[in-house]
């Protein structure tokens, strides 16, 4: 079989990677990759954009492509899926209306509370003045997020009533008459987050996928801004059997149920972001339309069964009959990214080290071989997640810290406290 997967993150290298492995495949391009995914057996890149959608269906229909996986958020929003499933071209995306989950934040705030999905009190805003009256309505910290896609960095944990005046300002920055932009703000929630990720068919199945726990501030003891994510092991002991039914029952299946009375049908994966309140409540913090980066590093490092075969079940519409297996054991994926990420950081590093690791795998996100030598620089702000496997977390953590310790660059930084909450 001949695969595409769309994207340049490590959230693409590692289903490249995983994919690769089954025999049943071929040969995978990535469209447009990194230096990692350039460098696995049977994976070559091509230079298109994720969002040139129409050359990426002319690439698959000119190359016999069986199958299109989608990771990045800004092609699902820009209709992918729809193109290629317009073209006769088999695609495992949910479709651009389906996307609203994630590309409009109040679009999602206001389908859990019609559908009755646990979640924070909010409320959107188009206008700073009334955004900045709502903030009585609650004590610091208060949540200010972007409506739109940014990244997973459009969202602003303000401490105090000065940072989130100022960051509704930026916010709405642009706003005038024929401007469309808009704000929610919400109740923060305390409590400890988990990832829950499915996937899903077009007939409603659902396949849950292992647990994991992401950690989307940049600094230890989740302080600093957010980010894309800074690490993420799995699974996530939090996520108990009574939860993980609870979740499934409370929260995924509304959200199914509830899209299909809208007449939307869902296919690919989702990503549920909970808050566990000090109760054991699972709460909906947001929804991502794709696969999360970086918990699918950790994740399909776990994985047993043929990913490939998972799907082909959810773009068949058979997901019902399929059954992910998965390791005992434990994965944990440290980030290493820019310093300056998420704000302005300096790329054309030279990255040196990695021919040192030997007991974890390096997936890559931000990289880049130069066209003079090949030599591997950085090219973003995550550039790398050390991802390593092992009989518990604990010993999974040591692992990849003692690999990520082997490889260096000018400005490198990481978190050193990726999984400590799920070693007791």
Not at 150 to 172: D, F, H, P
Request: aromatic share 8%; hydrophobic share 40%.
């Amino acid at each position: 079989m001949k695969l595409l997967v769309v994207g340049s993150g490590g959230r693409e290298h590692a289903l490249a990677w995983k994919l690769a492995t089954d025999n049943k495949v071929e040969h995978i391009w990535v469209a447009p990759g990194n230096a990692g995914t350039s460098l696995e057996n049977k994976i070559s890149n091509i230079d298109i954009k994720a969002t040139n959608i129409e050359a990426l269906a002319k690439f698959a229909t000119d190359n016999n492509i069986d199958y299109t996986i989608v990771g990045p958020e800004a092609a699902i929003a820009a209709g992918i899926a729809d193109y290629f499933n317009a073209h006769g071209l088999k695609i495992f995306s949910p479709s651009a209306l389906a996307s609203q989950l994630e590309s409009s934040k109040s679009f999602a705030k206001d389908f859990m509370v019609r559908n009755q999905i646990p979640t924070a009190k909010y409320q959107s805003f188009t206008t700073k003045n009334e955004a900045i009256n709502y903030l009585d309505n609650f004590s610091a910290p208060w949540v200010i997020k972007d409506d739109g896609l940014a990244a997973g960095k459009g969202v602003v944990i303000a401490q105090t009533k000065l940072e989130a005046v100022t960051a509704i300002e930026q916010m709405l920055a642009d706003n005038n008459d024929k401007s469309n932009k808009k704000i929610v703000i919400e109740q923060f929630l305390t409590g400890e987050e988990a990832s829950f990720i499915v996937m899903v068919d077009d007939k409603g199945n659902i396949l849950p996928l292992a647990t994991s726990q992401d950690h989307k501030a940049r600094d230890n003891g989740d302080l600093g801004p957010n980010t894309g994510g800074m690490g993420a092991y799995s699974p996530a002991p939090i996520i108990n059997e009574q939860l993980h039914n609870r979740i499934i029952n409370d929260i995924v299946q509304p959200t199914v149920n509830g899209l299909q009375q809208q007449g939307i049908s869902y296919q690919g994966f989702l990503y549920v972001g909970l808050m566990i309140d000090k109760q054991g409540n699972p709460l909906v913090l947001e929804y991502n339309c794709r696969f999360g980066d970086p918990e699918t590093q950790p994740i399909l490092a776990r994985l047993e069964s043929s990913l490939l075969d998972l799907i082909e079940h959810g773009i068949s519409g058979t997901l019902n009959q399929a059954v992910a297996k998965w390791s005992n054991n434990a994965a944990v994926g440290v980030c290493m990214v820019s310093k300056g990420y998420p704000n302005s950081y300096e790329v054309n590093k030279k990255i040196s080290g990695l021919h040192k690791v030997t007991t974890a795998k390096v997936f890559h996100a931000g990289t880049k071989l130069t066209a003079a030598d090949g030599t591997l620089i950085t090219a973003g702000g995550r550039v790398l997640c050390v991802t390593a496997l092992a009989a518990d977390i604990k010993q999974a953590q040591a692992i990849a810290y003692q690999e990520v310790s082997k490889i260096t660059w000018n400005g490198m930084y990481f978190r050193t406290d990726i999984a400590d909450k799920a070693i007791i």
